[in-house]
C-alpha cells in the first residue's frame, strides 16, 4: 500500500485536536458535573440536584455527543495512519474502538 505524506499529516493533526477536544469534554462532564451534581447514594438529593441545574445538565448532554463525534473523527483518522503498516489490523481496531463508542452511547 502505497503511503500518501500529505493525507497522513492531516490525519495526525486531526488526531491531536480530536484527542485534546474529547480529553476536555471528557473532563468537563465526569469532574465538573457528575461532581457537583451526583450524591453517592441518596438518589432523591441527585434528583433534586438535576432539577436545579437543569441548564448544566443539558450542557452535560450536548458535551458527551460532542465526545462521541470527535471520538468517531479520532478513529477514522487513526485509521488512515495506521492501515499503511496493516490495514486489517487498523480496521479491526477501529471497529473496536467503534463497539466502545456505541456502547458508551447506551
Not at 477536544?21 to 458535573?33: D, H, L, Q, R
Not at 457528575?34 to 448532554?61: E, M, P, Y
Not at 458535551?63 to 480496521?91: G, H, K, M, Q, W
Request: hydrophobic residues 60%.
Amino acid at each position: 500500500m502505497q503511503i500518501d505524506a500529505n493525507a497522513q499529516q492531516k490525519a495526525a493533526k486531526i488526531v491531536g485536536i480530536a484527542y485534546l477536544f474529547a480529553m476536555a469534554m471528557g473532563i468537563f462532564t465526569e469532574s465538573y458535573v457528575r461532581g457537583s451534581l451526583l450524591v453517592s447514594g441518596d438518589a432523591l438529593a441527585t434528583a433534586q440536584n438535576i432539577l436545579a441545574h437543569q441548564t448544566l445538565f443539558r450542557w452535560s448532554i450536548g458535551a458527551e455527543l460532542l465526545t462521541f463525534i470527535s471520538d468517531t473523527t479520532l478513529v477514522a483518522a487513526l485509521v488512515t495512519i495506521l492501515a499503511p503498516v496493516n490495514r486489517y489490523v487498523a480496521l479491526y481496531a477501529g471497529l473496536l474502538r467503534m463497539v466502545a463508542v456505541a456502547i458508551c452511547v447506551m
